[in-house]
């Protein structure tokens, strides 16, 4: 027994001087990239940018194997956190609650997070703490997916559906006579989206109720969201999906790929609908960190944005990159999926029914259309919905939600890191919005519905179902 602890404690003991060692060369690579960089600044016209002196500089930040990380691992990958003098290491997480209360504990210095996660948070549905957002991950990149059994009972629904490639977007009203049906047995439809304050939660309900569908609400006393609901909705992990429908325990899901393509290829269900065409450009993921650690590193935050804000821009910058891109995520540390699934919808793509393979260019955004710019009326946008299924109990003045939105999403520090980018020549004055922190009214919805940011009880009060006002539980929808 002594002899084995003597080989465990020599391996450990090797082990650590490995890791010591790669981040001597680490560090070893970040001093000359930052001596080159000091040089280049003296020797260009460009001379007035500095490299930022941050306050720390390893760094852990967590993600959940999905496309739209993307961002974050490109980053470390081309070293542009090297460059702003981040060693980073990068962590999957098992599902999005351990991942945003690691980021709480200060086990995680950021990471990948849903968009409705630092709001959430912020607000006190679930875990209370001030958590931020500087910059915005992506738009698009969901989709619902329905079981085969599903489709086939759409398709019988809707003629104009069994076709080889039916007209999108597809909306739930041919899903609506299934869903009466299943209610009338006893044995309502269920289906699985990712966590409680997702955008696939949020999209879910939204397709579901343009067509009259109830989706459920949360009350008081019932933190799953089901009450009053045509369709069970639950959570499951992204990656657990296709499995999950597979064996029958729900009917359908909204994910993110490459969750909805990997089932296409194996062959286990149809994805109907993608987000993109539910909200046209809609924000998807962001990173967080808390406002405690900002405040302590700003510095280190900047320089954390810099290097996103450039990773996001040579994801858009060319095919190839996008390709390259696709290479990177398959491997096991980052999305761990074959590159031909997630090639799938990250290279202008996306399958729908087998063999119905359509241009999407837009599927997938992660610089385009100010697609890394923290808006505030995105902030604003899941606030209404948190409102309208009952995660927000009672009715708040307009007010509220600015001053919410402002509290959690920070353009300040996103212009701050875009400028200094701009002054290194790595970026221009037309990459940022003109914008006060607000979009234009959208109308880019399914169902039409047009959406101020600036006036969300306006906004929530046009919809037949969901909350409003000062409505508190789901009978006043």
């Not at 029914?353 to 505030?376: I, L, Q, S």
Request: aromatic fraction near 10%; include cysteine; proline fraction near 6%.
């Amino acid at each position: 027994m002594k002899v084995i602890s003597r080989l465990d404690a020599n391996e450990r003991k090797a082990g650590n001087e490995q890791v010591n060692k790669d981040r001597l060369s680490v560090r070893a690579r970040v001093g000359f990239i930052l001596i080159a960089a000091g040089l280049a600044a003296l020797l260009s016209p460009r001379a007035g940018a500095e490299m930022l002196l941050v306050e720390k500089d390893e760094l852990k930040f967590g993600f959940i194997k999905l496309t739209d990380c993307a961002a974050i691992v490109i980053a470390k990958e081309k070293g542009y956190f090297e460059e702003e003098g981040l060693f980073v290491t990068l962590e999957a997480q098992a599902n999005w609650k351990i991942l945003l209360d690691r980021v709480i504990s200060g086990e995680l210095d950021g990471a990948h997070m849903l968009a409705g996660q630092p709001i959430g948070a912020t607000i006190g549905i679930g875990t209370q703490a001030h958590v931020i957002t500087p910059f915005s991950l992506d738009l698009n990149g969901n989709g619902i997916t329905v079981s085969n059994d599903i489709w086939a009972l759409m398709k019988e629904n809707d003629p104009a559906l069994a076709v080889d490639k039916p007209p999108h977007p597809i909306t739930a009203e041919s899903l609506k006579p299934v869903v009466e049906e299943r209610k009338e047995l006893g044995d309502p439809l269920r289906m699985g989206m990712v966590f409680p304050v997702s955008t696939h939660n949020y999209e879910l309900r939204y397709w579901l109720a343009a067509a009259g569908i109830s989706p459920g609400f949360y009350t008081g006393g019932d933190t799953t969201g089901t009450t009053d609901a045509d369709v069970l909705i639950s959570v499951t992990p992204p990656p657990q999906m296709p499995a999950t429908l597979e064996q029958g325990t729900i009917q359908g899901y909204c994910v993110g790929e490459p969750w909805n393509q990997q089932a296409v290829f194996r062959g286990i269900g149809v994805p109907v609908v993608t987000n993109y065409e539910i909200w046209k450009n809609n924000p998807e993921k962001v990173f967080g960190i808390t406002k405690e650690w900002a405040e302590a590193n700003p510095n280190t935050t900047l320089a954390m944005v810099k290097a996103l804000i450039r990773a996001g821009k040579w994801l858009d910058a060319t095919p190839e990159n996008r390709v390259e891109a696709v290479e990177i995520l398959a491997r096991s540390e980052y999305v761990g999926a074959d590159a031909e699934v997630i090639a799938n919808s990250m290279t202008g793509t996306f399958e729908f029914e087998k063999g119905d393979k359509r241009e999407m260019p837009d599927f997938n955004v992660f610089f385009r259309h100010h697609a890394t710019y923290p808006f505030y009326s995105d902030a604003v946008w899941f606030l209404t919905q948190m409102r309208r299924w009952g995660q927000i109990p009672e009715g708040k003045p307009d007010e509220w939600y600015d001053d919410v939105a402002k509290r959690v999403y920070r353009p300040d520090l996103y212009r701050k890191a875009a400028e200094l980018l701009i002054a290194e020549g790595k970026l221009t004055a037309a990459d940022l919005p003109e914008t006060d922190g607000y979009k234009p009214p959208d109308d880019g919805f399914i169902d039409g519905v047009v959406y101020d940011g600036r006036k969300p009880n306006e906004y929530l009060a046009k919809f037949p179902v969901g909350l409003k006002d000062d409505s508190r539980t789901a009978s006043a929808k």
